[in-house]
């Protein structure tokens, strides 16, 4: 199966500020079937990017994807309050589907 | 508008078998697949399987290959997910999502299973 590594485990940024979150897969992700999710305290996870690049229905265009193959990047260009949460990176180019370990985004 | 709407938290004993219903509406049921996801307390996110809404076909994580089924029922729009021979690390928040090609757009509620003596 393949195995996503998200760094850092925890950024600690201050709203205005760019966030940038990484996501390495120990295989080449097909056709770059890469997603990120934003997760907030008590709630279900709520889809941002997928295909990589792609911005979900009603996500804001701070938020972006890029990458291919094994290295991808979720960014946050200006941080606004509410994007302090827990992002997951989801592979589904192959079976079983992966999620990385999560990167924490909180309050400098 | 698209709403999973999943039964509520249970409490099982190691050994026994818990079913959750997720309830789809606002959509062409059949038009998408159903993923189950799990989040054990303070964890990370876990896909255990996949469920196609059009035909049935399922995708389970090979670690619950033999515990878990998944079904769907179209006449109510309703996907199911039962776990057998719980054990305390089953205990988790279990999610339906609706899946389109592995990305899971619409979410439910979330389903607190508690496995314990």
């Known amino acids: 199966e393949i195995v996503l590594t998200q760094s850092p485990a925890t950024l600690s940024l201050s709203p205005g500020e760019r966030a940038t979150l990484s996501c390495g897969a120990s295989?080449?992700?097909?056709?770059?079937?890469l997603a990120w999710y934003q997760q907030k305290p008590g709630l279900a996870p709520r889809l941002l990017i997928y295909?990589?690049?792609s911005r979900a229905t009603g996500i804001p265009d701070r938020f972006s994807g890029s990458g291919s193959g094994t290295d991808f990047t979720l960014t946050i260009s200006r941080l606004e309050p509410e994007d302090f949460a827990v992002y997951y990176c989801?592979?589904?180019?192959?079976?079983?589907?992966?999620f990385g370990q999560g990167t924490r985004l909180e309050i400098k | 508008q698209v709403q999973l709407v999943q039964s509520g938290a249970e409490v099982k004993k190691p050994g026994a078998s818990v079913k959750v219903s997720c309830k789809a509406s606002?959509?062409?049921?059949?038009?998408?697949?159903i993923s189950w996801v799990r989040q054990a307390p303070g964890q990370g996110l876990e896909w255990m399987g996949w469920?196609?809404?059009?035909?049935?076909?399922?995708n389970y994580a090979q670690k619950l290959q033999g515990r878990v089924t998944m079904t769907t029922d179209t006449s109510t729009s309703t996907a199911y997910m039962e776990l057998r021979s719980l054990r305390s690390d089953d205990t988790a928040v279990y999610y339906c999502?609706?899946?389109?090609?592995?990305?899971?757009?619409?979410w439910g509620q979330g389903t607190l299973v508690t496995v314990s003596s």
């Open positions: 999502a609706r899946d389109l090609l592995g990305t899971h757009d619409y």
């Open positions: 606002g959509y062409t049921f059949t038009s998408y697949g």
């Open positions: 469920i196609s809404a059009y035909n049935g076909n399922t």
């Open positions: 295989q080449s992700v097909s056709s770059s079937y």
């Open positions: 295909d990589a690049s």
């Open positions: 989801q592979q589904y180019g192959s079976s079983p589907i992966t």
